[in-house]
């Protein structure tokens, strides 16, 4: 297989006998995390193609060629935006000494870490738990079922028609866990050792453990107590999985499924949960939907209400893009979120410095600014500045 390397938001030229298949399946199947611009006969420029986003490497299926995508960003920072988007602060992985400085690396490194909570896991047991069972016993066990049995009995049956409860390990929180192995075993892994832990882990559950496809969503919100609780950290670690993987994870037994980093969707769910956490006295609500009709509603970003009323009191836009200064149509879509909500103020976020700038378009106040995602140190004062704004929105 061709490898191509791209960097994120750099336009590369597609030469060769490829580059038309390249540009098919890009459009196929990723038209929104692409730019493409067609062929220029005059200049002799051929095809030219740029990721707005997207990050890792990315197998295109039937033109024999694989994109490698290299983030804008340091690694370092990508981890940071990891590890507060699925809340894996406590696992201190980002610490360890063979933390890779590639993408590739960084995707083998959060695999080993969930083989290892795997591993420590089955080393204690998987958790089990009884489940309601009905089906035709030679015995009575549990409850016997009666109108069956005597239907059954008329037929010439024997057996006799049971409800009863059994213990397995084949529930849902097993079965996320060989999903993502599952996953994870059809990207193309560098390192042998997390390529043979996977292969064990995956062999291991596979043998109690029904191979059922998850979506990535379905890792958040489970039911925890105290049996189960060291599955939460694992779960969280499978969500980062899956979503690295989700362009194949809907897919069956595909040979190799690509592992990518959404980069926009990264950085809006780690704006969320680092204003949850910097701003205490206010709630924030991520992908809040606003609702015009039955069959018209829009998804915002966040929105920011104050605890004690649920008022709305600003909305945010996260922008993972370059630009200097806000685009008129981010001006417009932002105005519309907070007109709807009735919110005074509006701020489009940049992952990047820019100029602060505040902008009044009728009664709502924009502003903008840019979260700097190579210096940590100045997330602090920027959530200072949100919670300055929020106080007195106007």
Excluded at 207 to 214: I, Q
Excluded at 266 to 278: G, I, K, P, S
Aim: one cysteine or more; a positive charge; hydrophobic letters at 45%.
């Amino acid at each position: 297989m061709n490898v191509l390397a791209l960097d994120e938001w750099q336009w590369t030229e597609l030469t060769g006998v490829d580059a038309v298949a390249i540009v098919s399946a890009v459009r196929s199947r990723y038209a929104r995390q692409f730019e493409i611009e067609p062929p220029d006969p005059l200049s002799g420029r051929p095809w030219r193609l740029r990721s707005t986003g997207l990050v890792g490497l990315l197998p295109l299926g039937g033109s024999h060629t694989a994109l490698r995508i290299a983030p804008k960003v340091p690694i370092a920072s990508i981890l940071a935006l990891i590890d507060h988007a699925y809340d894996l602060p406590s696992l201190r992985w980002h610490d360890a000494p063979d933390t890779a400085a590639t993408i590739e690396g960084l995707f083998e490194v959060l695999v080993s870490l969930l083989c290892h909570k795997i591993g420590q896991r089955r080393r204690q047991g998987l958790y089990r738990a009884y489940v309601d069972q009905r089906d035709e016993l030679p015995v009575a066990r549990g409850r016997i079922v009666p109108r069956e049995t005597i239907a059954r009995a008329l037929r010439g049956s024997v057996s006799l028609v049971c409800d009863y409860e059994e213990i397995t390990d084949d529930l849902d929180d097993n079965r996320v866990l060989l999903w993502a192995l599952d996953r994870v075993q059809r990207v193309p892994l560098g390192r042998r050792d997390v390529r043979r832990a996977a292969r064990e882990h995956h062999r291991g559950l596979a043998a109690t453990v029904t191979l059922t496809a998850f979506r990535p969503e379905a890792c958040v919100g489970r039911f925890y107590h105290r049996l189960n609780a060291d599955y939460r950290p694992i779960h969280a670690l499978c969500r980062a999985v899956l979503d690295a993987c989700a362009s194949g994870t809907e897919a069956g037994p595909v040979e190799t499924v690509p592992f990518t980093v959404d980069m926009p969707r990264l950085f809006e769910r780690f704006v969320a949960r680092w204003l949850a956490a910097a701003l205490p006295g206010w709630t924030v609500d991520a992908q809040h939907r606003i609702e015009l009709a039955d069959d018209l509603a829009y998804p915002v970003d966040i929105v920011v209400r104050e605890r004690a009323t649920g008022r709305a009191v600003a909305v945010i836009d996260t922008k993972y893009k370059d630009h200097e200064r806000p685009a008129p149509a981010d001006l417009q879509q932002v105005v519309f979120y907070a007109t709807a909500l009735g919110c005074p103020a509006a701020w489009l976020l940049y992952p990047r410095p820019v100029p602060p700038r505040r902008i009044a378009i009728g009664s709502v106040q924009v502003h903008t600014l840019g979260l700097d995602l190579t210096d940590r140190t100045t997330w602090s004062r920027c959530a200072n500045a949100f919670a300055q704004r929020f106080a007195d929105p106007r």
